[in-house]
């Protein structure tokens, strides 16, 4: 049984269709890259998962459950753009996950259970590499420093699912080879099953244990809505760290649990 | 050197920000010492003489008939009327605006309706005001709490929705409910907006309760001018006017420090 589960989903605005026909079989740990042409749907696939839309026809399973209607704690997400709270100080913007569930009526914590939840954001902090820079503003950061804190916010909730929607697409060069090794650190010690759509077919290749091409493969020159992208590419990649992978999942838990963290 | 091209550096810029205002008071200063080298009991363009006479009878000479300060009691009553009428419009703005601007559900009816109230010309309704709440202090504080709160909303909810929905997306999350999304999200990102739509409303504001003085009050500085005015009592209109202009002037200042002294964060995200 796999983790997610896509049967048959369609996603359509109006006359345009923008996925048709989409199955997909995931299991939980993969990281699967999503590349495609711009407009292809590989970002209108995150958001179906993310639950900020639903699908025309056909659904989509999270262990077997419908996945639920709007987005939730289950699935993190790292946007490109506007994805950390500019009124909030880098500490504050992580520990805000720990406040929201824990207080259903001011939204946030007093005392020494406010301090616990700092401590623990700034303990991420540290881990993502942003312990020097706990009491600033995001607008104060690089791009790529707000980016780090937008995936530590995401995993302080520790989601079962990490959606990233071309999020280094706007750093550069440089700072995007920290990213992506900062980002497989993280998803290999943690269960994270993640889904990234991305511009970069290298980034793609390199980080991915699992490619998915979106393309159209039919065309009417005279309906260009009339029919959507498919999945037209699913290539295993990186073997090794699948391997690992497997091979930890298949360790009994608590000495799989030392060998994520070492 | 083109026009567009040419910065003023410091001592110049000092000086072109003094020239207007000198020019302007030199003018009526001019005008005045003509008019009254000519005709001694001339009251349209009084003397700084004269004016700071009516100042220091208005302000530290106690009325005979009511023993107050009337400049002060003056200056009371209608900062009094302001700051009540401004921290209503503020709260109800505030609100609505939030309402509006986040719940798809309540700015579908809410939206249409402030915008066709906020098109409603506030001093039209004062007799209405004057009818219903009758002539005491409520209905010049609603004057101002009709006139300035669709506008405020208004404001707001346009504000909220431009709120990246993408930072709603992530609250959800990380966890929010609606309440606590608005509550922790919305809010905060608001209330930086909500002081500078009130400086923008400020003007509004003080001539709503003027006209709503002028028309029926026993007190305030908009009372007070257009009492004088039957005796052409330029002597007090004039500096009612430079104190009102400073008063609205302060508060204009005041809410733009508080702006950066309580919101540092917002500056540097709107770039």
């Known amino acids: ?262 | 050197m083109r026009l567009i091209n040419r910065h003023p550096d410091r001592p110049s810029r000092l000086l072109l920000v003094i020239l207007p205002f000198a020019l302007v008071l030199f003018a009526y200063f001019m005008g005045s010492a003509e008019r009254l080298t000519e005709n001694p009991n001339d009251k349209l363009l009084p003397s700084a003489v004269q004016m700071a006479d009516a100042v220091k009878r208005l302000a530290f000479v106690a009325d005979t008939r009511t023993g107050e300060y009337l400049l002060w009691q003056d200056t009371a009553s209608s900062l009094q009327r302001l700051a009540i009428g401004l921290g209503i419009s503020a709260l109800a703005g505030l609100c609505l605006g939030i309402a509006a601007g986040t719940l798809p559900l309540f700015g579908a009816p809410l939206s249409p309706l402030l915008t066709v109230l906020s098109m409603v010309p506030p001093l039209a309704i004062l007799p209405i005001l004057f009818i219903v709440f009758g002539l005491g202090e409520l209905s010049k504080v609603m004057l101002i709490v009709i006139g300035i709160t669709p506008c405020l909303a208004r404001d707001l909810e346009q504000r909220a929705r431009e709120i990246p929905v993408e930072l709603l997306i992530k609250a959800q999350t990380l966890g929010a409910s609606t309440w606590t999304l608005m509550l922790r999200v919305v809010l905060p990102q608001l209330l930086p907006r909500l002081l500078i739509s009130l400086r923008l409303m400020l003007g509004s504001a003080w001539l709503f309760l003027i006209a709503a003085e002028a028309i029926a009050s026993t007190d305030g500085l908009g009372y007070r001018i257009f009492l004088v005015r039957r005796y052409l009592a330029m002597d007090v209109i004039l500096p009612y006017v430079v104190w009102i202009t400073l008063l609205a002037w302060l508060m204009d200042w005041g809410l733009k420090r508080l702006t950066q002294r309580a919101f540092p964060w917002y500056e540097g995200a709107r770039a």
């Open chain 1, 1 to 262: 049984m796999s983790f997610i589960t896509v049967k048959n989903v369609w996603q359509q605005y109006a006359d345009q269709v923008v996925l048709e026909g989409l199955n997909l079989n995931v299991n939980e740990g993969e990281f699967c890259t999503l590349v495609g042409a711009s407009g292809c749907g590989k970002s209108t696939f995150l958001r179906l998962l993310l639950g900020q839309e639903r699908a025309s026809r056909g659904e989509i399973l999270l262990d077997g459950q419908a996945l639920a209607s709007e987005p939730d704690a289950s699935r993190g997400v790292v946007f490109q753009r506007y994805s950390v709270f500019p009124h909030l100080s880098v500490l504050d913007n992580v520990a805000l996950g720990l406040e929201l569930p824990r207080s259903p009526l001011l939204g946030r914590l007093f005392g020494s259970a406010k301090k616990h939840a700092r401590e623990q954001a700034s303990v991420l902090l540290h881990k993502v590499g942003l312990g020097h820079a706990l009491d600033k503003y995001p607008a104060q950061l690089s791009g790529g420093m707000q980016q780090r804190l937008a995936i530590a916010q995401a995993l302080i909730m520790k989601p079962r699912v990490l959606l990233l929607d071309e999020p280094f697409g706007a750093l550069d060069p440089g700072i995007r080879k920290d990213m992506h090794a900062l980002l497989l650190e993280l998803w290999r010690e943690t269960q994270l099953t993640v889904f990234m759509v991305t511009h970069d077919l290298s980034e793609g290749f390199s980080l991915g244990t699992r490619l998915l091409v979106f393309d159209k493969v039919r065309l009417d020159p005279h309906a260009p809505g009339a029919y959507g992208a498919r999945i037209t590419y699913d290539i295993p990649l990186n073997s090794d760290r699948r391997a690992q992978r497997a091979a930890v999942d298949a360790l009994p838990p608590t000495l799989a649990g030392v060998l994520r963290t070492a």
